[in-house]
């Protein structure tokens, strides 16, 4: 199987653009979560899809958003860039259930996305 | 809110001795834990996981972890240390009850092994 796949790998960004990160999950996976690592702060959970449906949220402001295709690939927006969104931004995909099974499956990540803002 | 703890940065051990990384968690349901490591240069992967049954883990590269509920810790130990074990090694949990989407991770253990 191929792996999750994250386009684009760097990204260089001016503070106030805005930036769409992509993310396309292992085949047959529906939960797709997106984490955002920086060397201070580890890794912070921005937020979960599953079957097009924004499902959990991290603590992260209006700014960040994200969605879910219906063949499971995700985007990631980020609006009126901050000097302080500069990180490695992962995705992760995981079979994902609902109800009981909803947390059980571990997550396979990208290789992530160099975001920087100057 | 849930939680993780790993309350070492770093952790160094002679090849051939035994290594354990510490994690402990705080959720208010009924925890999932996983390990992953992160290699140089190389993304994320998963090691292995809790999620109920034998409170004895075993994963891949020769790693095991050990649930402890009343002590609420899930540390990761192998008997014999590898140089290419060194990497960066996240301890991350999930309430099962709520939200179980949802992955907290700690701020990582570096593991150097030496020669």
């Known amino acids: 199987k191929a792996g999750v796949t994250q386009t684009p790998r760097y990204l260089i960004k001016t503070r106030g653009q805005q930036v769409t990160l992509s993310c396309s999950p292992i085949?047959?996976?529906?939960?797709v979560s997106w984490y955002q690592q920086t060397p201070g702060q580890g890794l912070q959970f921005l937020f979960e899809?599953?079957?097009?449906?924004?499902?959990n949220k991290g603590n992260f402001p209006g700014r960040f958003s994200g969605r879910q295709f219906s063949n499971s690939r995700s985007e990631m927006n980020v609006s009126t860039l901050e000097l302080g969104d500069s990180a490695l931004y992962l995705c992760?995909?995981?079979?994902?259930?609902?109800?009981?099974?909803?947390?059980?499956?571990?997550?396979?990540f990208g290789p992530g996305t160099r975001l920087t803002v100057t | 809110a849930q939680s993780v703890a790993q309350p070492e940065d770093q952790v160094n051990v002679a090849e051939g001795n035994p290594l354990t990384v510490k994690c402990t968690y705080s959720?208010?349901?009924?925890?999932?834990l996983f390990w992953y490591v992160q290699y140089p240069n190389r993304g994320l992967q998963f090691l292995l996981k809790?999620?109920?049954?034998?409170?004895l883990v075993k994963g891949s590269y020769g790693f095991e972890a050990e649930f402890n509920k009343s002590q609420t810790s899930f540390h990761l130990k192998k008997p014999s240390a590898l140089v290419s074990d060194s990497a960066l090694y996240f301890c991350?949990?999930?309430?099962?009850?709520?939200?179980?989407?949802?992955?907290?991770f700690g701020d990582g253990t570096t593991l150097t092994v030496k020669p």
């Open positions: 992760a995909s995981s079979f994902g259930g609902t109800g009981n099974l909803a947390g059980i499956y571990e997550q396979y």
């Open positions: 085949s047959g996976h529906r939960s």
């Open positions: 991350a949990v999930r309430d099962g009850d709520t939200n179980a989407g949802k992955s907290t």
């Open positions: 899809y599953f079957s097009e449906t924004q499902r």
């Open positions: 809790y999620i109920t049954g034998d409170n």
């Open positions: 959720v208010s349901g009924n925890p999932y």
